[in-house]
């Protein structure tokens, strides 16, 4: 069955690859044509770019390109998918920051290329930004997940160890720690192992704008960086080295995967259920209880009594349960639940695919035939579907709702 790549949302730079900058308030083909089956492995999006990897480890790009964030060797946007030329290694994971792109070879390397303003490509001080793929040699031993959040990124290597380096939680760090040294690992511009995860294994990383996530091989999921929005579940307002989320939070179960966005995060458990919380202003928690939006921390810097038990904790989206995938943008996100594509929060410029720019508070399904696989960027969406005829191209999903089972 032949596959196709559609894509929808903003398309300011042509990160959508459909040749044109007009934002699509639907999910449109992309002009490539049909794809081979088995073709593509992952899907990813920046700030304004995307990237697509093929199982054979090739890698294409389109969008933004202002700071070389494509690695391609030129700062051009590219509207359609482009090669990225002069691999010589297979790549099997890719992150993109909001102007930055890490690959992840398959002898565990760690290829960087975009803006480094922030130190967040992990190479040398003095580059700015780089539009070749540079190598971050300070990480001297097998990569085995990365991560890129807006300005900072993560690792695990071999060893089991998290490194972290970039700026983008040192102002916040700053304001935590007060007249105290920042910590090393949230001040450096190169890989710094990340303190207090020496007694667990950890799996993989993911980031958001200033907050990081490790979920260890054992279901432990550990949090840091700013809570603002409630992303870590506790009554800190920052929190310098990674703290364990309580599973009594998540119903007592282990964590299977987990998901950021830039100021929200969703995991999925052993048993299938999906809970998120963090920001949830622009519906991207999928649930309709209030938010803590207008909460402010205290003059000591901890957030008001009772926020913790506020709707910034963990809550379960009955709707999701069982999720075969998840992808969050910003403030957005995408879900294949039971063969059928969902989408919910923010979607000012049509990233929720239902032709509006009105914000869709829960999950709701997505005209998408047979998606296979998906990814998000900070404002667009992309799935890779496949198609019997051009008929399905119109043909929304079934309504009945999936849930958890009684």
């Not at 992808?327 to 929060?345: D, K, Q, T």
Request: charged share 15%; glycine share 14%.
């Amino acid at each position: 069955m032949p596959l196709c790549l559609y894509a929808w949302g903003a398309n300011s730079c042509g990160q959508l690859g459909q040749g044109h900058v007009e934002d699509l308030q639907a999910p449109g083909a992309s002009p490539t044509g049909a794809l081979p089956p088995g073709a593509v492995r992952l899907l990813r999006g920046g700030g304004g770019h995307s990237v697509l990897v093929t199982e054979d480890g090739e890698v294409l790009v389109c969008g933004q390109n202002h700071r070389g964030q494509l690695g391609l060797g030129h700062t051009t946007d590219v509207p359609t998918l482009h090669p990225c030329l002069g691999l010589s290694q297979r790549v099997v994971d890719v992150s993109c920051g909001w102007d930055f792109t890490l690959l992840l070879t398959d002898c565990g390397r760690v290829l960087a290329c975009g803006s480094n303003a922030f130190g967040q490509l992990g190479v040398a001080q003095t580059v700015t930004h780089s539009t070749d793929l540079v190598v971050v040699e300070s990480l001297k031993e097998p990569v085995r997940s990365v991560a890129a959040g807006l300005r900072h990124s993560l690792a695990v290597t071999s060893s089991c160890r998290v490194y972290q380096w970039g700026l983008g939680l040192s102002s916040h760090a700053r304001r935590a720690v007060g007249p105290n040294p920042i910590p090393e690992h949230l001040s450096s511009k190169v890989p710094h192992v990340v303190p207090g995860l020496h007694h667990v294994t950890p799996h993989n990383v993911a980031a958001g704008s200033a907050h990081c996530a490790c979920l260890t091989a054992g279901g432990d999921l550990f949090l840091w960086g700013s809570n603002k929005h409630g992303q870590l579940a506790t009554d800190a307002s920052f929190s310098s080295s990674p703290t364990l989320l309580e599973r009594s939070l998540l119903e007592g179960e282990r964590v299977a995967a987990v998901w950021s966005g830039w100021t929200h995060l969703v995991a999925k458990t052993v048993s299938g259920k999906v809970f998120t919380w963090g920001r949830g202003d622009y519906g991207q928690l999928g649930r309709t209880e209030p938010t803590n939006e207008k909460l402010e921390p205290q003059s000591d810097g901890s957030l008001p009594e009772g926020l913790s038990k506020g709707a910034c904790l963990p809550a379960r989206v009955d709707v999701l349960y069982g999720a075969s995938q998840v992808a969050c943008g910003s403030e957005h996100n995408l879900a294949i639940v039971g063969g059928r594509l969902l989408s919910w929060g923010w979607n000012e410029h049509g990233m929720c695919g239902d032709g509006s720019q009105t914000d869709v508070v829960q999950p709701r399904p997505v005209a998408a035939p047979g998606p296979l696989l998906i990814g998000c960027g900070a404002g667009h969406s992309m799935a890779l579907c496949a198609v019997r005829n051009p008929e399905e191209n119109a043909r929304l999903v079934p309504e009945e709702e999936p849930g958890p089972p009684l």
